[in-house]
């Protein structure tokens, strides 16, 4: 199976250990420094903290990590949360990265499938496309992205999975191809400049499902 860009580089860089809601600030600050350091376009992070009852809670060794990506032309791409319509979590909100939700499509599972439970309202414009009921929302979300019944690899073979967390990559699978076809971009030096202009590419090319800022953002890139 091919993914969204097979031609892309990738680098893993493990904050998780093998239990449950592991991961640390620490783990997340040196894994966004080694991807600076080994030259990286784009960081994925499909993460995010736990919410419980209050607010997303800003964590400000996290924050100015992101802000040393920024300064070195690195573009975040984080998950938004799957907290059911609770805010955009931490560090999706940070100004600096790119907030993304999870939008479905029906049609695309079968409709007796553990995914038709991930069907809710608001729907698109074409109403077979909808908001994911995991996906966390507001006003700072910049993009959707795919992330229900996403085809994906698995020990011993591949597995449909839903999150936010799989909506996150897709988009920044879209965004390695689109930097890709733009060498202009790709080569600027790597400043604030140039993230910004990355950005620009993927925003150029989201479209509205019809879903709501609050709900989409920009909208899905294609």
């Known amino acids: 199976m091919r993914g969204i860009a097979p031609g892309a580089d990738i680098f893993s860089c493990r904050v998780f250990d093998d239990t449950a809601n592991s991961g640390s600030s620490f783990g997340i600050v040196k894994a966004i420094r080694r991807g600076i350091a080994d030259g990286c376009d784009l960081l994925n992070m499909s993460l995010g903290f736990d919410q419980d009852n209050g607010p997303p809670v800003v964590d400000d060794a996290i924050k100015d990590a992101i802000a040393e990506a920024n300064a070195a032309g690195v573009v975040v791409v984080v998950a938004a949360g799957n907290d059911g319509r609770k805010p955009v979590s931490y560090p999706a909100m940070d100004d ?31 109403t077979k496309n909808f908001l994911a009921a995991f996906s966390n929302i507001g006003t700072s979300l910049d993009v959707a992205g795919a992330g229900v019944a996403v085809v994906s690899t ?65 909208g899905l890139p294609k």
């Open 154 to 218: 698995v020990p011993g073979g591949h597995a449909p999975m839903s999150g936010t967390s799989m909506a996150c990559p897709a988009v920044t699978g879209v965004l390695a191809r689109l930097l890709a076809n733009s060498p202009v971009v790709l080569n600027m030096t790597r400043d604030a400049d140039r993230e910004d202009a990355i950005k620009d590419l993927l925003f150029a090319q989201a479209q509205s499902l019809g879903l709501g800022i609050s709900n989409e953002g920009k």
């Open 96 to 126: 600096l990265a790119i907030a993304v939700s999870a939008v479905g499509r029906k049609g695309t599972f079968p409709t007796k499938s553990s995914e038709s439970g991930d069907v809710a309202a608001p729907f698109g414009t074409d």
